[in-house]
């Protein structure tokens, strides 16, 4: 937690913030170490950032007065991410992955080789996704919640979402064995698209090129989802 993210409602409006929860309690507690008058770097869920000084810190709260709060959140990266719904645990460090990258679109996309059962998954909740996305917020230390949405069949997917996508975005398909190399430091807008564990299967690779997506490998190393969507943001951007 290199920021301590308040929620709006966690304002009362005198330049006062209380928080309450456990969670961020023990963190300032045990991690930051931290005592009243210690000045500490917040932001607003939505909004800007800034610091805040530690007033009081007692086992139920935290209390804040709001020194500054006028720096802007970092910029996002231009790319919204469709990602084969990889398994719970996997899914879980992806978003906190992508989301400390700078990744504001998520996708959870359905592809032939995704377990029917990762979409019964307790990780899927709303609750569960977004407190993935708020660790990697505030690991990153920004404001700006992504955006996460379920797309539970493919063929829908192609035919409903995808050409909308792929209006104004360059639309690049990580699939190992492809000709063309992953491209570097592009400023397009962009739909990237990653496959499950399994990879996606040959149809679905030729149904994404057909509707005008480039095929692209990162070189012959395999890697798991969350180790190939890093390095693919961190060379595309
Ligand atoms: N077993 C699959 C790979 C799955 S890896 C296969 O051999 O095809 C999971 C996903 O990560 C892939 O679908 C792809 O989108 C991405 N990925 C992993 N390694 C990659 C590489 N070397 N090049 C391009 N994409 C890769």
Redesign the pocket.
């Known amino acids: 937690m290199n920021l301590i993210l308040l929620d709006p409602n966690d304002l009362n409006g005198d330049g006062c913030a209380l928080i309450t929860d456990p969670r961020r309690l023990m963190h300032l507690r045990d991690v930051h170490r931290a005592s009243p008058g210690d000045l500490l770097t917040v932001g607003v869920q939505g909004g800007e950032m800034g610091k805040a000084r530690l007033t009081e810190l007692t086992v139920e709260h935290a209390r804040f007065s709001l020194e500054t709060l006028n720096e802007p959140p970092p910029p996002p990266l231009p790319v919204h991410l469709v990602l084969?719904l990889p398994r719970p645990r996997m899914l879980a460090r992806t978003l906190e992955h992508v989301t400390a990258l700078g990744v504001k679109e998520i996708t959870l996309l359905h592809t032939k080789r995704v377990e029917k059962s990762y979409w019964q998954s307790p990780e899927l909740r709303e609750d569960k996704i977004h407190q993935h996305l708020l660790l990697g917020l505030e690991q990153a230390r920004d404001t700006q919640m992504p955006n996460v949405t379920l797309s539970k069949g493919f063929r829908p997917f192609l035919e409903q979402q995808l050409p909308d996508l792929l209006n104004h975005r360059r639309g690049l398909v990580?699939?190992?064995g492809?000709p063309n190399a992953?491209p570097r430091d592009i400023q397009d807008p962009t739909l990237l698209l990653?496959?499950?564990?399994?990879?996606?299967i040959a149809w679905e690779v030729e149904q994404l090129l057909a509707a005008g997506c480039e095929g692209?490998?990162?070189?012959?190393?395999?890697?798991?989802?969350e180790t190939?969507v890093t390095a693919l943001l961190s060379r595309l951007f």
């Open positions: 084969a990580a699939h190992p492809m992953c990653v496959g499950p564990e399994g990879g996606f692209m490998h990162l070189g012959p190393r395999i890697l798991r989802v190939a």
